[in-house]
């Protein structure tokens, strides 16, 4: 095992056991969460080590990495998802890797999706992004819809071919009455996500929670947790 593989493999053990002492403490079953490793900034040897090690779901968040590191990676049986700002510019070439995009968060787009899903003969599953400091007005950089824009999203998503409407994703916002307060804002997007599945019922993934907050997300009750630095080290240029 290359030096590489084998600090991966330590650093996925850690995360392991994080994600299975939070389901322990909340009285959820280890099954009820998955682990989405983001490889951004990471080549492509470090998703097929990753892949080797037994993960499978990655994410990206700019398709301009993305799109030659899936190319490189077709061959592993893998499940992409694109987590970051999506401009309908990009929507052709995400389509061409990504299984879920998480970052839904505009009726423009979800109308883009849906014109690249169909002619790609294929099938999207989409995350409506919640914004929830947008509650308070101090919207930050994050992208995301405010929470009373959601059903809309999602009514859009339902009725448009081509895309599956798999549930909700936030991002513990940095202003706002949620700010440093990660439980409460990921209790606060499990209240959404309960309202939207009463008219939306397989609407069930809520993703939430990364490195520094999985525990937080998986106590509030999150199907999926998004892990970069904690897997793959802290990126380049980033400290």
């Not at 095992?1 to 959820?28: F, H, P, W, Y």
Request: charged share 25%.
């Amino acid at each position: 095992m290359t030096d590489r593989k084998a600090q991966l493999a330590a650093n996925l053990a850690q995360v392991e056991e994080r994600i299975t002492s939070a389901c322990a403490a909340a009285g959820r079953e280890r099954e009820e969460v998955t682990l989405i490793v983001v490889t951004k900034t990471y080549p492509a040897s470090d998703v097929r080590m990753l892949h080797e090690l037994g993960v499978r779901h990655v994410a990206e968040n700019r398709d301009q990495d993305a799109a030659p590191k899936a190319t490189a990676c077709a061959d592993l049986s893998l499940t992409w998802h694109f987590v970051g700002q999506l401009q309908t510019n990009k929507v052709r070439s995400v389509m061409s890797y990504a299984d879920v995009v998480q970052s839904v968060d505009r009726i423009k787009l979800v109308t883009a999706l849906s014109g690249a899903a169909v002619r790609a003969e294929r099938e999207l599953g989409c995350l409506i992004q919640v914004a929830l400091d947008a509650e308070s007005g101090e919207r930050g950089e994050r992208g995301g819809a405010a929470p009373d824009g959601i059903e809309e999203l999602a009514a859009a998503v339902d009725a448009a071919e081509g895309l599956r409407l798999d549930g909700l994703m936030t991002v513990a916002p940095l202003a706002g009455p949620f700010a440093g307060r990660q439980r409460a804002a990921f209790d606060r997007l499990m209240e959404i996500a309960t309202r939207l599945r009463t008219g939306h019922p397989a609407a069930t993934m809520v993703s939430a929670g990364m490195s520094a907050d999985l525990e937080d997300a998986v106590a509030a009750g999150a199907t999926h947790v998004r892990v970069g630095t904690a897997v793959l080290g802290v990126r380049p240029g980033l400290g």
